[in-house]
Nanobody, 123 residues
Framework: VQLQASGGGLVQSGGSLRLSCATS????????IGWFRQAPGKEREFVSS????????SYADSVKGRFTISRERASSMVTLQMNSLKPEDTAVYYC?????????????????WGRGTLVTVSS
């Protein structure tokens, strides 16, 4: 299984970005996908997760109402639409394939990790 995250960049506070995670491999289509982020000097934290069929989603409290996760199974693409961005959203964002089909907020429930994409939100 391979993952490639893209879409990061520099944006002003209040702006929007759309992250994409391209997945490949048979496992990824039957597993939940998650987004995590890690800011400088901080631990990695959960952002959002979507179940294998897109029916269930989960969000960190800090991003609820601002971020939306979705997946297109036909193209094995998972996107994270990020609106109303804040400086505290600045981090490297990673997508990952879960061990199971349902959403999870725990990093140890994810098996495969892609390279991150940097999101910088200026004030």
């Amino acid at each position: 299984v391979q993952l490639q995250a893209s879409g990061g960049g520099l944006v002003q506070s209040g702006g929007s970005l759309r992250l994409s995670c391209a997945t490949s491999g048979r496992t990824s289509s039957n597993n939940a996908i998650g987004w995590f982020r890690q800011a400088p000097g901080k631990e990695r934290e959960f952002v959002s997760s979507i179940s294998w069929n897109g029916a269930s989603t989960s969000y960190a409290d800090s991003v609820k109402g601002r971020f939306t996760i979705s997946r297109e199974r036909a193209s094995s693409m998972v996107t994270l639409q990020m609106n109303s961005l804040k400086p505290e959203d600045t981090a490297v964002y990673y997508c990952a394939v879960a061990l199971g089909a349902q959403v999870s907020q725990h990093p140890d429930r994810y098996r495969y990790w892609g390279r991150g994409t940097l999101v910088t939100v200026s004030s």
